[in-house]
């Protein structure tokens, strides 16, 4: 390891021809897999020149080497990165230091966990133990091993034990950024897809999603143990002072990298948040092999009898866990790697799987034409179990996916007439049973008056609502119910969810109120989870209070909380999907919505790749109107549907490179105040009004 170290610091100090990767001043990807911390940010204790050991940016060299000095006892000198970042951690001494003397390390990812005595947790209860090292004769680096990996942190202390000892010189401290395994040195940041508008707190969040999937794409062999899982509880009364081991050396799949949930803590595959990550990365990175070794993970896991697929990958799944809802995600994640893979091969080896996984969906459908939930795991939220909305709403998803998967794979002898005839039944058992039309939302179930976030946004986003009016009026009463810190989630008591308040985002545009989205993504996201000072701003949180506390209500152990959550990122593929307009209907887009909601922005430019080329979109509105436009690769076949409101003559589809009009619409009396193009084909359009 410290030879390959050494190398990218010979490498780093050259310069490189970089490929023009568009708006790269947002990409948080360091060019250099050799880091630097970029201020010291406290110091306790006897420590001189700590400064030496820090960097004009995270990925460049000194600014002036020279030696930071511990002396005597309980000498702490804590650095920042400037952002939350991973991998191993490299110390030089001088040779003059103290032989015999202890020099340790600990990590934050937030400002409110750094401490001289622990890092912040992984565990339910207490600190992760401090990473000591001994400092012998003749030895100058001293390397973090291979199961010490440190997936998130943003602040890394250097620290001595409270004793008296000789000094210490540091001459560097280098962290080896370690996620992304699987791309090449000079190839961090390269994006294929991009994004821009006139708001540059939406541009923000849009690229810090995609910096928080970067970090959880990591190493298959460095995910978590989970040593202490069942042992260490938040039921523990150890003093806070005490520390726990810690140890990322797991294997969870067989692959060369894959997308979990969390950096620091839940290195593990989890199908749920892969429905919000996977999307995310596929408009960003594009690294879709990660995508689907973690699909393949989890299938390779399905039990053989019933069809039942994990809740989460190993070492986790062993403990044996059913959850109605991730058993879905792990279908939903199938579909999902097909939209931006193309890859029917793919889908076709894993399809009769999917069809038992379904059947046992099915079987859990009761004579009120829902299912019936028996078991409570789901996103840790509070109630799960009976006619649940969400698990029924995601049910009714996913029956409707499975139906269009078997007409892409032209299986006629998949029980599709079946599977119709189970959505149809739920959606009219769910608006019959659960929905509450004094407050324009759904109950959680019969026997309750909570509402949740979840159940409700999935609702929406499932089309399980009965009308555009109806979805209107339940994206109305969630935003009603927002706080100063963002969506709520009754269903896990005071808590933010960013992992839901996703499908929330998804579920505005959806009916149709894209102010309401956008509102939400910079108050919530940009506002709150990148610029408050708690934050790491560059990734996001794992979920928090809605009084705004780091307190996520699951949890008793706060320290414990993710800051690098890719359940966290679905701003990133909404405002892609929506703001942008650019959506996949079959396989790698081979048909395709180009449907822009700009809502109170006015500029935009987007795009991102697929097996079948590059689809993007632009446009620019004025008070007097503005023009779209749209390009997607030749071979491809789609349909334009633009808000043109307010203005009168006629709409053009103009060829961009000819300028000849190819088709045009009155914009008296359209529908629901869109104008409709179909049947366009790939290449590069411009749309507008007359």
Known sequence: MLVALLRRIAIAVLPAAVAAIPYSEYVLEPSSRTLHPVSVYNVNGTVTGAESLTAPSFDSSLSAPGAATFSGSGSNATFDYGQNIGGWVHIHVDPSSSAGSQIGLTFSESSLWIAGYGSDATADHGLDAILWFTIEEGQQWYNVSHEYQRGGFRYLSLVTPLKEQGDIKVVDLITEFSPMPQIADDKLGEYTGWFHTDDDRVNRVWYAGAYTNSLCT???????????????????????????????????????????????????????????????????????DSIRDSITAMFNLQNATTGALPYAGVPFAYMGIFSFTYHLYSLIDLSIYLQYSGSVSYVKSHWAGYK???????????????????????????????????????????????????????????????????????????NDLLWDASASLYRDNETTTLRPQDGNAWAIR???????????????????????????????????????????????????????????????????????????????????????????????????????????????STLMMYAAGLQLIGPAGKTWLYAPQPGNLTSMDAGFSTTLGTFSSKYNITSTGGSFEVCAPEGTKGSVRIALTGQSGSAGLYDKKSGKAMQKRSLSGISNGHVEFNEVKGGEWVIKAE
């Open 218 to 288: 990591i190493d298959p062999k460095t995910g978590n143990s989970l040593v202490h899982l069942g042992n260490v509880t938040s039921t523990d009364t150890f003093p806070e002072t005490d520390t726990v081991t810690w140890y990322n050396n797991y294997t969870i799949a067989n692959s060369t990298a894959v997308l979990t949930d969390g950096a620091k803590r839940d290195r593990l595959i989890w199908p749920g948040d892969i429905a919000i990550s996977g999307p995310s990365v596929a408009v960003s990175t594009s690294d879709l």
């Open 356 to 430: 038992r996984a379904l059947a046992y969906s099915l079987s859990f459908i009761d004579s009120s034409g829902l299912a019936n939930v028996t078991t409570p795991n789901d996103w840790l939220r509070f109630g799960m179990g009976g006619h649940n909305i969400e698990a029924n709403a995601i049910l009714y998803y996913t029956l409707n996916q499975a139906i269009s998967l078997a007409s892409t794979l032209n299986d006629s002898s998949a029980p599709t007439s079946n599977w119709t005839a189970s959505a149809a039944g739920i959606k009219s058992a769910a």
């Open 462 to 572: 499932s089309n399980l609502t009965l009308s555009s009016a109806q979805s209107q009026a339940v994206s109305q009463a969630l935003s009603d119910r927002w706080g100063p810190y963002g969506a709520p989630a009754p269903e896990a008591g005071a808590t933010v969810s960013p992992f839901i308040s996703g499908f929330e985002l998804e579920a505005h545009y959806e009916a149709g109120a894209p102010d309401k989205a956008l509102e939400l993504v910079r108050f919530m996201w940009a506002d709150f989870m990148l610029d408050d000072p708690r934050m790491t701003k560059s990734t996001f949180i794992e979920g928090y209070s809605t009084n705004g506390e780091l307190h996520y209500a699951p949890y008793t152990n706060d320290p414990r909380v993710s800051h690098a959550h890719g359940w966290a990122t679905g701003s990133t």
